[in-house]
Structure formats: C-alpha cells, structure tokens
C-alpha cells in the first residue's frame, strides 16, 4: 500500500471498572476493538487501540473499606489482573493499556475540565443530594441504591441502573438506602458542577442523524434520550478518591468517574504517543477513523457526554463507529458477581484455548441481541466448525501435501475455487470495517466449507499415482486457499493463524490482499485444533452451579 494512503484509525476499547474480576460478558463486548485493530494493522493503516483500567469512583472505595485496604490497592490489584487477563490470555493487541492513575491522566481531565468551565459548557448548580444523617456524609452513585423508576430493578444505583441502562439521579430512585449503614438518607443542599447537556440537543441530534457507523441499539438508544430531553449532569462528587476539581474551595469533591474515564481515550494516545505531532494525525484530523467498542450500557457516555466534550475541548474527532454490543447471558442467566454466576475470564483461559472463545464469542455473540452462552452449544460448535470444518480442511490438504510432496507443490492451474476467495478480501474486510464481525468471520468458514467440497469432488488422492500432476494442481490450490485463510482468520483467531504459519514456514505473510505466492512448501504438519471432550463441559457445569449452591449457604 502506498505510504501516503495509510488511514490514521484510533480504536478505543471501553475501560474495565477496576473493582471486580472480568467475566466472559466483558470479553465479548470488548472483543470486536482487537478484531478491528489486527484487520487495520493488516491492511497496513496507522492503528493506535488504546484503553485501560477505570481506577476512580465511588464502588472501588466501597470494595477497600469492605476488605480494609486502601482504593489504591485495590486498583492497582485489578489493574495488574485486567492486563493479564486482556493481553496475555485473550491476545489483545493494544497499543496503549494503562489506568487512569496516571499523572498524564490527571492533567487531561483537569484541562477538559478546565476548557469547557471556561466556555460555559459546565457550571456550577445548586442540588439537593442524598445525605445519611447517621453516617454524616453525603452519598453519591453506589452509595445509595434504590429500585429503579425505569424498569423497577431493586439495586439501581445514584447515577445509574445497570439492568436497563438508564442515568439517574439519586431523586429519581424509589425507597433508596444508604450502603453503608442501610438508613434511609435524608436530601440535602449542596454545589456541584454541571455539564450543559441540555443545550447541546441540536449538536447530538445532528450528529446521530449524520452518523453512518453506529450500531442500530446505540442510534436507538440516544434518540431515546434525545426524545425525553437531555437533562444536565452532576460531574462532581463528594468523595475522596477521584481527579481533583482544578479550582480552589471544592477540596471535598473530585470529578465523577465517568467524565474521567472517556477522558482516557484522549490521555492514552497522549501517552502513546508522547506527544509527537501523530497526536494531532488521529485527534485532529477529519480523515481519521474512530471507533468506540464496549457494552450496550455504556451508550449514552459514547454518544452524549463524551461527543460533548470533545467539541468543548476543541473540536476533535467525533466517533465514527459506536460498536456497542447487546448483553450476554450464561446458561441463560444474567452474570452476577454477587450470586457468583459467571465464567470468570481469567480462569477459563486454563481450560480452553482462547482462540476457542474469541471463536464462539463471535459466532454466537452479542452482536446484534442479547446471546447466551451455553457450554453444550459451545462444545458443539467448536468441534464442528472450528474444527470438523476449518481444521479439517488444513489437515486433510497439509498431510497429503506432506506425505506425497515433499519437496513442495506449485499452482500450474488456478481453479474457480480460488477465484472466489479473492474478492473475499476486500468482502470481508468491508464487514470487519462495518463492525459485523460474525458476517465476516462466517465468509472465512465459508471458504473452509467450500475447500473441503472441493476436495470431495476433486479426490486428489486418487490421482496421486496416475496423474501426479493433476494432484498436485489440486492440493496447490487448497494450499494457496490455506495461506489466505491464514491471514483471513488472523484478525479473529491469531494463536491459530500463527500456527497456520508454521506448517508452512510462512511467517512473513502479513498483509490484508490476495496473495501472489504459487509455491507451497509444507515444513511440517500440525494438528492445530483439539476436539473438546464431552467430560470438560461436564466439569464446567459443575465448577458453575457448585458455586452458586457455596454461595447460598
Ligand atoms: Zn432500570
Ligand atoms: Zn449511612
């Protein structure tokens, strides 16, 4: 690809809350940034991914004093675990990871802060906020919790509920109670700073009417709140551990988690980047490509807050893609930390290989509804797609290229069947862009599905000592049809296109095109998937309802 062509893409992931271990849940709703970075980096654009652990708000204070340690530790502690969760068992390719502890952090959100008070865009209001008379402090977000008005879930939280998606105020909370002592909390007058979200209708209406790469829950969701009219936010709170407001006489309040942690979109490619003048290629360039990937309850910061302050700050990059996934359940449950309901991801990385999750977290995903993921279905799928299929097709053609060519195989025909797979690149490329990553990863199984048809037909086993020739033709062409698999599945499975790589010392293949290459040459065969044994799901659900029954005692 010509230098001058390279696209600058900034793929921002959303920031796990560093108060809990990840589950499965979390996985798939972030998994679709990784896929969309490797595609990038593939086709040989500019890719710079970035997230990190949100280490700030009002539930990690709640986790310390629960287990006596300091909010910091507890950060950190998940911080630590996330990463090796993310990038070293899921094979997350980020650019930039990190937390928003950092100093460079801090200094971002001060200067939005600071940029957008000076236009205006945040003021400062009076509000009558929830305050225990007993406890003798103010209570904000997980402080109080309360049924919600919305959708009448029990555990709503002051800022928002996490069953239905909706922000709240703790006003809006029906019966709430303070978490620590339980009493019922009295309101009270005190001054926080507001981000005019009402005066920005018109900038969010036209920008979800011009938007061309949200997905349709987000679209929907915002024009939800667009409908019910956006209502100013509280951007501070009374607490102790968050960025410290940059004014004088607000000591007691810091800036709410959620204005802090978007902030990190920005803050991360700063430090990526260090400063260079690349900042301002992906930040300030109307050419540039952003996405935005994370869980369907996180819309409204994606769509509404962030996008508003990003135009306060000074006009950078809106998002063009929001890939916001629906919900996924287990065994048709929700996850629950708390019921210990939950396939925990640093855990099952033990048993199964990763690429078998980012497998059937795509294939069966919440990509366009809510999705369960059941362990019999996942074992079934598994075993005949992944493997019966795909794997098959990379077995049967190796280990007879292997066993009866052994100083290698050459193209002298090109069938129709390799025709097919060259516009795939630019198909399924197109759908990766788009964010319909299942469309495109079952265009890639398809070409497996159509080379083990067209061994069938063809039987170049049979032909091996008659006609050699022939069945040389015929295994070259499955070969070259694997060496493209290899880069098309790359994106989604990368322990196994390394593997592909391997059988054929094809290590410098790396470029999103239809390849040139009419020589193959197999180094030596692997077997690269293993077929998951009915007694390995057996134990899982029993590692899974074991600990729901430990859990009620
Ligand atoms: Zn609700
Ligand atoms: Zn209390």
Redesign the pocket.
């Known amino acids: 690809m010509n230098k001058q062509h390279k696209r600058y893409i900034f793929i921002g992931a959303a920031w796990p809350y560093a108060n809990a271990p990840l589950h499965l849940g979390h996985i798939a709703s972030l998994l679709p940034a990784d896929i969309i970075a490797r595609y990038y980096r593939l086709k040989g654009d500019n890719v710079l991914f970035v997230s990190g652990s949100d280490c700030h708000g009002t539930p990690i204070v709640l986790a310390a004093e629960k287990e006596k340690k300091s909010p910091d530790e507890i950060a950190q502690f998940y911080h630590k675990e996330f990463k090796k969760t993310l990038i070293d068992s899921f094979d997350f390719s980020y650019d930039n990871y990190t937390t928003t502890l950092t100093e460079n952090h801090t200094k971002v959100v001060q200067e939005f802060f600071t940029k957008l008070y000076k236009k205006k865009d945040i003021e400062i209001k009076k509000q009558k906020l929830p305050f225990?008379s007993?406890?003798q402090?103010f209570?904000p977000d997980r402080y109080i919790e309360g049924k919600c008005p919305k959708c009448g879930f029990e555990s709503a939280r002051g800022d928002q509920c996490d069953q239905c998606g909706q922000m709240l105020d703790p006003e809006d909370l029906i019966d709430p109670k303070?978490?620590?002592?339980?009493?019922t909390?009295i309101f009270k007058e005190t001054e926080h700073f507001f981000l005019k979200l009402s005066q920005k209708e018109k900038f969010i209406k036209d920008l979800v009417n011009s938007s061309s790469g949200w997905r349709k829950n987000a679209i929907g969701f915002t024009n939800k709140l667009l409908n019910e009219g956006l209502k100013d936010r509280a951007i501070t709170r009374d607490t102790s551990w968050g960025v410290d407001i940059p004014l004088g006489g607000y000591e007691n309040k810091k800036i709410y988690v959620w204005f802090d942690a978007v902030c990190g979109y920005y803050s991360a490619s700063l430090e990526a980047l260090n400063k260079t003048d690349e900042l301002g290629k992906y930040w300030e360039n109307s050419e540039a490509r952003h996405y935005y990937v994370h869980g369907k309850d996180n819309i409204p910061f994606h769509t509404i807050i962030w996008p508003i302050m990003l135009k306060g700050f000074g006009n950078l990059k809106l998002p063009d893609y929001i890939v916001s996934s629906e919900y996924l359940t287990l065994e048709n449950k929700q996850f629950s930390k708390s019921r210990d309901w939950a396939i925990w991801a640093k855990d099952i990385t033990c048993d199964f290989d990763s690429d078998y999750l980012r497998f059937y977290l795509i294939l069966n995903g919440p990509e366009t509804s809510d999705s369960d993921f059941d362990f019999y279905d996942f074992q079934s799928r598994i075993n005949s797609e992944l493997i019966g299929n795909f794997g098959n097709f990379i077995n049967r053609t190796t280990q007879l290229i292997e066993k009866n060519f052994k100083n290698g195989i050459e193209i002298n025909q090109k069938s129709q069947y390799l025709q097919t797979i060259e516009e795939i690149f630019e198909s399924t490329g197109k759908l990766i862009e788009e964010g319909n990553l299942r469309e495109a990863l079952k265009q890639v199984l398809k070409i497996a599905e159509d080379g083990n048809k067209y061994l069938s037909q063809q039987e170049p086993w049979k032909k091996i000592k008659d006609h050699p020739q022939s069945a040389q033709n015929i295994l070259a062409n499955c070969a070259k049809a694997i060496i493209c698999l290899q880069t098309l599945i790359s994106p989604f499975l990368p322990k196994s296109s390394q593997k592909i790589a391997n059988i054929f010392d094809n290590n410098n293949r790396s470029t999103w095109q239809y390849p040139d290459q009419e020589k193959f040459l197999v180094k030596k065969t692997e077997i690269i998937f293993q077929k998951i044994e009915k007694e390995q799901i057996e134990a899982q659900i029993t590692k899974l309802k074991g600990g729901t029954e430990n859990k009620q005692v």
């Open positions: 225990c007993n406890c402090r209570l303070c978490q620590i002592c339980n009493s909390p």
